[in-house]
Each structure stands twice: as structure tokens, then as C-alpha cells.
């Protein structure tokens, strides 16, 4: 069974309801919690390196996210990146070319509506992101969502509402998951 690292970020995904609206507040730990299918499907370990809204991710959080891919290659079989959607293909797009040829998948994922709330896409797109991140011919960086994997040098997103929310730029899907 594949050993995957899940790394949270925050975003819409990790979101609770706040006075002030939604805001990042669930960890890692909590969001897996939401998925127990995937203990069929890989084995997990989980870190938390932020807690933010993708709107406030910089350069520095890239290399952060690069630096925590590379300080853990070697123990895991792959990664899955849990982020928030308004930034999330300049993260991949990003991560593409500062952790380049990787022979290892990592996935970058997000979500419309919060893990927690009963109608969303997190549970999907992340189980997706966890099936793809184990599957053996799965490599580089890439998006998973609304069942469609996207090279992360091709994501954009076009759609803020709805669960189609990122297209492929002149290139096709890498794979489409169902």
C-alpha cells in the first residue's frame, strides 16, 4: 500500500464557519476525518505547514511547500496538497517548476464548499486526489478536481461557483477519474 503525505494549507477546504464568514480552521487530522475511505486506498500521514486563506499565500509559502516536498521524497510514495482555490493553479504552476521531472505524484487539491458542510466537493476531489496520488503511472504536479486531472503548468480557474471550477490550457486532461 502507497505512503502518502497529506499537507494542509488551509483554504475553503479547511474552512469553518466564523462571525467574520468562512476562515481556515481545520487541520489535517480533521479533514481525513471526513474521508475514511481512504484507508482503502493508501496509507496517510499528515502535516500542517499554514493555515490561510489562498488569496494570502505568497512566493514564500511555494517554497515552503517545495521545501516540505523535498525534506520528505524519500519516506513517502507521494504527496496531496490541500489549498484553497483562488490561488491554486499559481501553486502548481509554481511547484511545477521548482520541484521539476518528479518521478512522484503531488496532487494539489481544494474545494468550493468546506469539508464539513453536508453538500461539497472536498470529500470527492480529495478522495480523487488520494486515489490518483497512489495510482502507479501518476508523477509531477498536477491538480485534482471535480474528478479531473490537470498538469499543473495547464490549470486555470475559470469558474468561482461552481464545481467545475478549473480547465486545462491547450492541453489535455492527464487523466479523468470517476
Given at each position: 500500500?502507497?505512503?502518502?503525505?497529506?499537507i494542509g494549507?488551509?483554504?475553503?477546504?479547511?474552512?469553518?464557519?466564523?462571525?467574520?464568514?468562512?476562515?481556515?480552521?481545520?487541520?489535517?487530522?480533521?479533514?481525513?476525518?471526513?474521508?475514511?475511505?481512504?484507508?482503502?486506498?493508501?496509507?496517510?500521514?499528515?502535516?500542517?505547514?499554514?493555515?490561510?486563506?489562498?488569496?494570502?499565500?505568497?512566493?514564500?509559502?511555494?517554497?515552503?511547500?517545495?521545501?516540505?516536498?523535498?525534506?520528505?521524497?524519500?519516506?513517502?510514495?507521494?504527496?496531496?496538497?490541500?489549498?484553497?482555490?483562488?490561488?491554486?493553479?499559481?501553486?502548481?504552476?509554481?511547484?511545477?517548476?521548482?520541484?521539476?521531472?518528479?518521478?512522484?505524484?503531488?496532487?494539489?487539491?481544494?474545494?468550493?464548499?468546506?469539508?464539513?458542510?453536508?453538500?461539497?466537493?472536498?470529500?470527492?476531489?480529495?478522495?480523487?486526489?488520494f486515489i490518483?496520488?497512489?495510482?502507479?503511472?501518476?508523477?509531477?504536479?498536477?491538480?485534482?478536481?471535480?474528478?479531473?486531472?490537470?498538469?499543473?503548468?495547464?490549470?486555470?480557474?475559470?469558474?468561482?461557483?461552481?464545481?467545475?471550477?478549473?480547465?486545462?490550457?491547450?492541453?489535455?486532461?492527464?487523466?479523468?477519474?470517476?
Amino acid at each position: 500500500m502507497k505512503k502518502i503525505l497529506m499537507i494542509g494549507t488551509g483554504g475553503t477546504i479547511a474552512s469553518t464557519h466564523t462571525e467574520q464568514g468562512l476562515r481556515p480552521g481545520l487541520g489535517t487530522e480533521d479533514i481525513l476525518r471526513y474521508i475514511p475511505a481512504v484507508r482503502d486506498i493508501c496509507q496517510v500521514e499528515a502535516i500542517q505547514v499554514c493555515s490561510l486563506d489562498s488569496t494570502n499565500v505568497t512566493p514564500e509559502h511555494w517554497k515552503l511547500l517545495a521545501r516540505t516536498v523535498e525534506e520528505n521524497y524519500e519516506r513517502f510514495d507521494g504527496f496531496v496538497i490541500c489549498h484553497g482555490t483562488d490561488t491554486l493553479a499559481y501553486t502548481a504552476a509554481a511547484l511545477s517548476y521548482m520541484i521539476r521531472n518528479s518521478e512522484k505524484p503531488i496532487v494539489i487539491t481544494g474545494a468550493q464548499k468546506p469539508i464539513c458542510m453536508d453538500v461539497t466537493d472536498a470529500r470527492t476531489n480529495l478522495l480523487d486526489s488520494f486515489i490518483y496520488a497512489a495510482d502507479d503511472g501518476s508523477r509531477n504536479v498536477s491538480i485534482v478536481f471535480d474528478g479531473k486531472v490537470i498538469a499543473g503548468t495547464r490549470a486555470k480557474k475559470e469558474r468561482a461557483k461552481s464545481y467545475d471550477a478549473f480547465s486545462s490550457i491547450n492541453f489535455p486532461y492527464l487523466a479523468v477519474i470517476q
